[in-house]
């Protein structure tokens, strides 16, 4: 697929099946990670593959932290099929660096900017993803499961596969809602 094509064109796919991404497509998906825009060289990243029985043990873990915060069936249920909505669940980590010159949230910026490539790579390869956060993305325990530090935040699952459903329809935008020229006073 062409450049821009891909750029312009991106969709998300809710709906998500097997197979997962070849270990060719995966080395793409991640050099296209590894090269996001990333001020000092910190390399803020870090990338935690969930897959197999993994997915399984992932909603087990979700469905035992929410059985313990007292939630309801429906919600439990949910949490056991989380980890089985894709055949790869690929949680992106801003591994934050102590840098007296690059604060935590660039180097968050830069961790989703490297989650964003990966989507945009996944699209470009004819693969479905879609970036996901929910409270598992910012429970303690969930992160500490995965192996995160304290500094470490993770900032979103890409849910990566093949699509279910046909091309989604592209909204237009209309450029003049959303940039304007500054005039200096
Ligand atoms: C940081 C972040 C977190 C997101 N979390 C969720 C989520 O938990 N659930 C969800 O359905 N979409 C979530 N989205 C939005 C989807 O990834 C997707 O962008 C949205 O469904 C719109 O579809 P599109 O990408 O095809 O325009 C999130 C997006 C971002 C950037």
Known sequence: MDAIENLTH?????????PGPS?????ILMQS??????????????????????????GKLLHDIKQHEGAEQRVLDKCLKAGLRAPLIV?????????EKIPSIEQEYSAAAAANSMVLAAHALGLASIWRSGWACFHREVCTALGLSEQEKLVGYIYIGSPAMGTKQVPDHELSSFVERWVPR
């Not at 270990?23 to 080395?27: L, T």
């Open 23 to 27: 270990e060719e497509q995966w080395e």
């Open 33 to 58: 990670a590894l090269r996001a825009p990333d001020h000092g060289m910190l390399r803020p990243w870090r990338f935690i593959r969930i897959e197999g029985q993994g997915r399984v043990q992932f």
């Open 91 to 99: 949680a992106v980590v801003a591994a934050i660096k102590p840098s």
């Open 10 to 18: 991106r969709v998300s796919s809710p709906k998500i099946i097997d």
